[in-house]
């Protein structure tokens, strides 16, 4: 009986044997990736354009820096200088009006097409009249779309010079140009691919300066080319033969969109891919402790805070601006929630930068909280909201600053939102309590300076919208010391400003920030030379190799 | 019958065609628009900025100011949904923001990578649901049938991205079984060169092997979680259907004339029970069609789910709108696929 009933489904039988015995003796198409192709693993989804004229967020930065060369570079060695890229030189006017940059000769384009310093011109033209999201960081020298093409000009082919409207810091100055948005173009190659637009009231030209084609394409001189892209899926970048510093030592790199910190984990163990980027703590210990896997960990120039609007009578006391700051767990977030991916930091210059301090005069106290919060008048405590993005560690974090409030009677409510919704909220002024966090716009202390610190106009309609503003915060004062700094010449004297304004707003400012990011990586055994840089624009891949 | 009253017959048979015609035109409108609508004002009712995703959060005001300016959001309402509705009937479907590429072209690359998941998706459920289906209902009551009813139940109540990342850990990290991370191993990027979208189509269409065997090792899992998601549902239906006729008369009347159980079960109860059956395999086909995004996520899959999903995160109507229209599109063509499969199933709907 058995034996016909097994007889009638021999076939089946036979056929699911084959098929089991081919899915395991068939030639794996390899768990390696090639030997001269560096495989990592990202979310890309923020990439919206490749243009360095218009990108501006963290994984453009990361391409353009590996794809387009500046004038100057930050030098790695020691953050708070500069050093020469396509400049070989440079000096600045008595004034402090006019920099003068003499460009390395023989340099090329990807193309083949020299580099001269008509192309620099014409890349901070474009940039300007173009007036996208980093344009502000020329503009703000007193560029705009009328006057960019007398100030930054090509005074013959291997001089540039740029002038700006104040005798700015030559330290901020310079720190700026190292800004993506001051990236060299090939402009014969970007030339061919303008596309007629037609004026308006607010853009005056006739034309896109090939930004319609550069968003999608190249026309570098970096170590790498940006050779493919398709949004959310993948990016491929190729060795620049006519690189002008020297080669890069893998062929191709390529960026894989897995958003997914366990996906990255498995197929970096397995060895389908050679750096996982968005690892979060859990996956990043475990993958710490196999023998072919290493991890590496760098600072970066990103805070994490939250903020307190001012627009809500209790946030608006003093005592309990100060009582907040004493009710958050700081040494259980750093010892558990930001392992590995953030450090405690309390100041809002990130570490590493011109003018940052180490101070961290605050630690979780419920009893002076407590203290603080009954001279206020709020013994009972208060009910309060707080916009969280529903992404980790945030939430956690949240959850964390939800228990230790509290216990001091501070009732708090978490709204859970998507980032852009939060955001949204955010900037219309409508939150009471927002949790985020802020990366520096450029490798200068005024970034962080202006936004944490500056508010030239509260009301609803003004022009500049910074943090401070966004908490409806205003500190004249503070405002007036911060621009002050920006004009203050001396580097030491710079410094020290900066100093005193970070102590200011660890005092009564309503930010309570809580860590700095630092960006992990796990990545394979046989790769060398990975190393992540203290900005998003200097996670450099031309040295990386494998063995 | 008179020539005359043959031509009049007909001429009212064609009469009712194109009345029947008519009207199908006018529900397929209808439906389309009724969803732009929908989809239109809860766009535009989120509470997300759509000039956020187009130019980050650092831009000047003037710059943010002209942007919407320059995507029509000043307008009123209506006359946005107007405008857009007029771009559409002329072919442009607008540009999507986040990937800088018209409408079109991005549902051209994203949504023939749903549909090759979906359809091994489907087919995997529905060609081991089906048989799963037919053995419950013919041993019901025993231990099989519950054990049928276990594996459809878990199928059902797990959450798929759990199921996604154990599967994972067990067929890829340990077993190397599977291929993993998207639709395609990187170094066959610049070799394999798509036609229709559809690789695996396109693989064999150029006698790529070892390109296509390695496509089958990468959409074997998504797609086998997806199967068993469907085969939780399709099981389960035909256990349902195979037991209403297997209570029929003419079961019985068959085993009196002496046809073999086998007979029985799959020529005469599985042929009657397949015709809603055939109902359920395709919304279940539709179901996956839609992009099941958690899937998608975690395998890297780029399909339209996630396609959808992150321009709705960031307030990107075009791309959700276009999105939508194609997905309404495969729902309603599959629709009438299933009515005319049922008249063909079914004679007895054939008679009018």
């Known amino acids: 009986m058995i034996a016909n009933r097994i007889a009638r489904h021999r076939r089946g039988l036979a056929a699911t044997a084959i098929l089991a015995a081919l899915l395991t003796t068939a030639p794996c198409s390899f768990a390696a990736t090639p030997a001269d192709t560096l495989v990592i693993a990202w979310a890309i989804d923020d990439i919206i354009s490749l243009d360095p004229g218009e990108a501006f967020e963290i994984t453009t930065g990361e391409i353009t820096g590996n794809t387009y060369s500046r004038l100057i570079a930050l030098d790695l060695d020691d953050t708070s200088k500069v050093k020469p890229d396509i400049a070989a030189s440079w000096t600045v006017s008595d004034d402090g009006l006019t920099y003068t940059f003499k460009i390395k000769s023989d340099l090329k384009f990807a193309s083949g097409n020299a580099i001269t310093a008509e192309d620099v011109a014409f890349s901070f033209e474009r940039a300007v009249k173009l007036n996208k999201s980093p344009a502000f960081i020329l503009q703000q020298f007193g560029l705009d779309g009328d006057n960019v093409a007398e100030k930054a000009k090509a005074t013959d082919s291997t001089t540039f010079q740029f002038v700006v409207d104040k005798p700015y810091a030559p330290s901020f100055v310079l720190n700026c140009l190292t800004a993506t948005v001051a990236s060299v173009v090939d402009k014969k190659v970007v030339m061919e691919h303008v596309a007629k637009a037609a004026p308006t009231a607010e853009y005056k030209f006739d034309n896109d300066f090939g930004n319609g084609w550069l968003k999608t394409r190249y026309a570098g001189s970096g170590p790498f080319t940006a050779r493919d892209w398709r949004a959310n899926e993948i990016l491929v970048m190729e060795r620049n033969p006519n690189y002008f510093g020297e080669k890069a030592k893998l062929a191709r790199v390529i960026y894989r969109h897995m958003p997914e910190s366990g996906a990255e984990r498995l197929a970096l163990e397995t060895g389908d891919i050679d750096v996982a980027r968005k690892l979060q703590p859990s996956d990043l210990v475990s993958v710490a402790s196999k023998a072919d896997i290493k991890t590496t960990a760098t600072p970066k120039g990103t805070v994490y805070y939250f903020s307190?609007?001012?627009?809500?009578?209790?946030?608006?006391k003093p005592e309990v601006r100060e009582a907040i700051k004493y009710l958050v767990d700081y040494d259980a977030i750093g010892a558990t929630l930001i392992k590995g991916i953030g450090e405690i930091h309390q100041s809002f210059l990130p570490s590493g930068m011109l003018g940052s301090i180490d101070a961290e005069p605050y630690k979780l106290d419920v009893a002076k909280a407590k203290e603080l919060l009954a001279k206020a008048g709020l013994k009972d405590g208060f009910s309060v909201t707080m916009d969280v993005r529903s992404v980790q560690p945030v939430t956690s974090i949240a959850e964390n600053i939800q228990q230790t409030f509290g216990q001091a009677g501070i009732k708090l409510e978490l709204i859970p939102g998507d980032g852009k919704q939060t955001l949204t909220k955010y900037r219309a002024r409508n939150h009471d309590i927002y949790i985020g966090e802020w990366g520096t716009d450029y490798w200068d202390p005024h970034s962080n300076a202006e936004t944490f610190a500056t508010n030239v106009d509260n009301s609803d309609n003004t022009k500049s919208k910074t943090l401070s503003w966004r908490n409806t915060w205003d500190r004249p004062a503070l405002t007036k010391e911060a621009q002050a700094a920006l004009l203050e010449r001396d580097t030491t004297k710079r410094k020290e400003i900066y100093e005193g304004l970070q102590k200011k707003v660890l005092e009564e400012g309503p930010f309570v920030v809580m860590y700095q990011q630092v960006e992990a990586a796990g990545y394979r055994a046989n790769v060398q030379g990975y190393k992540l840089g203290p900005t998003f624009d200097s996670n450099y891949l031309d040295t990386v190799s494998k063995k | 019958?008179?020539?005359?009253?043959?031509?009049?017959?007909?001429?009212?048979?064609?009469?009712?065609?194109?009345?029947?015609?008519?009207?199908?035109?006018?529900?397929?409108?209808?439906?389309?628009?009724?969803?732009?609508?929908?989809?239109?004002?809860?766009?535009?009712?989120?509470?997300?900025?759509?000039?956020?995703?187009?130019?980050?959060?650092?831009?000047?005001?003037?710059?943010?100011?002209?942007?919407?300016?320059?995507?029509?959001?000043?307008?009123?309402?209506?006359?946005?949904?107007?405008?857009?509705?007029?771009?559409?009937?002329?072919?442009?479907?607008?540009?999507?923001?986040?990937?800088?590429?018209?409408?079109?072209?991005?549902?051209?690359?994203?949504?023939?990578?749903?549909?090759?998941?979906?359809?091994?998706?489907?087919?995997?459920?529905?060609?081991?649901?089906?048989?799963?289906?037919?053995?419950?209902?013919?041993?019901?009551?025993?231990?099989?049938?519950?054990?049928?009813?276990?594996?459809?139940?878990?199928?059902?109540?797990?959450?798929?991205?759990?199921?996604?990342?154990?599967?994972?850990?067990?067929?890829?990290?340990?077993?190397?079984?599977?291929?993993?991370?998207?639709?395609?191993?990187?170094?066959?990027?610049?070799?394999?060169?798509?036609?229709?979208?559809?690789?695996?189509?396109?693989?064999?269409?150029?006698?790529?092997?070892?390109?296509?065997?390695?496509?089958?090792?990468?959409?074997?899992?998504?797609?086998?979680?997806?199967?068993?998601?469907?085969?939780?549902?399709?099981?389960?239906?035909?256990?349902?259907?195979?037991?209403?006729?297997?209570?029929?008369?003419?079961?019985?009347?068959?085993?009196?004339?002496?046809?073999?159980?086998?007979?029985?079960?799959?020529?005469?109860?599985?042929?009657?029970?397949?015709?809603?059956?055939?109902?359920?395999?395709?919304?279940?086909?539709?179901?996956?069609?839609?992009?099941?995004?958690?899937?998608?996520?975690?395998?890297?899959?780029?399909?339209?789910?996630?396609?959808?999903?992150?321009?709705?995160?960031?307030?990107?109507?075009?791309?959700?709108?276009?999105?939508?229209?194609?997905?309404?599109?495969?729902?309603?063509?599959?629709?009438?696929?299933?009515?005319?499969?049922?008249?063909?199933?079914?004679?007895?709907?054939?008679a009018r």
């Open chain 1, 308 to 316: 307190l609007n001012q627009k809500n009578p209790n946030l608006a």
């Open chain 2, 1 to 350: 019958m008179t020539p005359m009253a043959t031509a009049r017959r007909s001429g009212i048979a064609a009469a009712g065609f194109s009345a029947r015609l008519a009207g199908f035109l006018v529900a397929v409108t209808t439906t389309y628009l009724g969803l732009l609508a929908v989809t239109f004002f809860i766009g535009r009712v989120i509470p997300i900025d759509p000039v956020l995703a187009v130019l980050g959060d650092r831009a000047p005001a003037s710059a943010i100011a002209r942007v919407r300016i320059e995507m029509g959001l000043d307008l009123p309402l209506w006359q946005q949904f107007s405008i857009y509705v007029q771009k559409v009937l002329s072919g442009d479907f607008g540009t999507s923001v986040l990937t800088t590429h018209p409408v079109l072209e991005d549902i051209a690359r994203v949504f023939p990578a749903t549909i090759e998941l979906a359809t091994v998706g489907t087919a995997v459920g529905a060609l081991i649901g089906v048989p799963l289906g037919v053995l419950a209902a013919v041993r019901r009551g025993s231990i099989v049938d519950q054990i049928v009813r276990v594996i459809g139940l878990v199928g059902y109540s797990m959450p798929i991205f759990w199921m996604a990342l154990l599967a994972l850990v067990v067929f890829y990290a340990r077993l190397h079984w599977v291929a993993f991370p998207g639709r395609l191993d990187v170094v066959y990027e610049y070799t394999f060169t798509p036609i229709s979208g559809l690789f695996l189509l396109d693989a064999i269409w150029q006698r790529q092997w070892e390109v296509l065997w390695d496509l089958v090792r990468h959409i074997i899992l998504p797609a086998s979680l997806l199967g068993y998601l469907s085969l939780a549902y399709i099981s389960r239906m035909t256990r349902g259907f195979m037991l209403n006729e297997l209570r029929q008369e003419y079961i019985v009347a068959a085993r009196a004339k002496g046809l073999s159980d086998a007979r029985i079960i799959w020529a005469h109860a599985l042929r009657n029970a397949a015709v809603p059956l055939v109902t359920v395999i395709a919304l279940s086909y539709a179901n996956l069609l839609e992009g099941s995004v958690l899937t998608e996520t975690i395998f890297s899959w780029p399909g339209i789910g996630s396609y959808i999903t992150n321009s709705l995160q960031n307030a990107d109507m075009n791309a959700v709108l276009g999105g939508t229209i194609a997905i309404g599109t495969v729902f309603i063509a599959l629709n009438l696929l299933s009515d005319l499969l049922y008249r063909f199933l079914d004679p007895r709907t054939k």
